[in-house]
């Protein structure tokens, strides 16, 4: 079993930045991929970032490519996201989810945390 622990969300107004961090009880090398999930009230879950551990090729979704940033450290076992240019549309709950069994070409996190809340207010 892993165990994801995610820290550094916060309150921040739009335009500032926030990074978070998530802390894997396993080796992260091990890994198929890592992602970043996140998702706000009345919506769905959208995955929009995530890396894959071997390659090290990452994958952004539209809403957030250009002003987001993952990055994995295997020798801390920990993933981070950097958030710059924050919006308000960008307030949810933010998630870290992995893969560690690679059974599908995509990205598949059958891992997750518990999550940590980010509020960008206008």
């Known amino acids: 079993q892993v165990q994801l622990v995610e820290s550094g969300g916060g309150s921040v107004q739009a335009g500032g930045s926030l990074s978070l961090s998530c802390a894997a009880s396993a080796d992260t090398r091990n890994s198929y991929c890592m992602a970043w999930f996140r998702q706000a009230p009345g919506k769905e879950r959208e995955g929009f970032a995530h890396?894959?551990?071997?390659?090290?090729?990452?994958y952004y979704s539209a809403s957030v490519k250009g002003r987001f940033t993952i990055a994995q450290d295997n020798a801390k076992n920990t993933l981070y996201l950097q958030m710059n240019d924050l919006k308000p549309e960008d307030t949810a709950m933010y998630y870290c989810a992995a893969d560690f069994i690679g059974q599908h070409v995509a990205c598949t996190p059958t891992y997750w945390g518990q999550g940590t809340q980010v509020t960008v207010s206008s």
């Open positions: 890396v894959y551990t071997s390659a090290g090729t990452t």
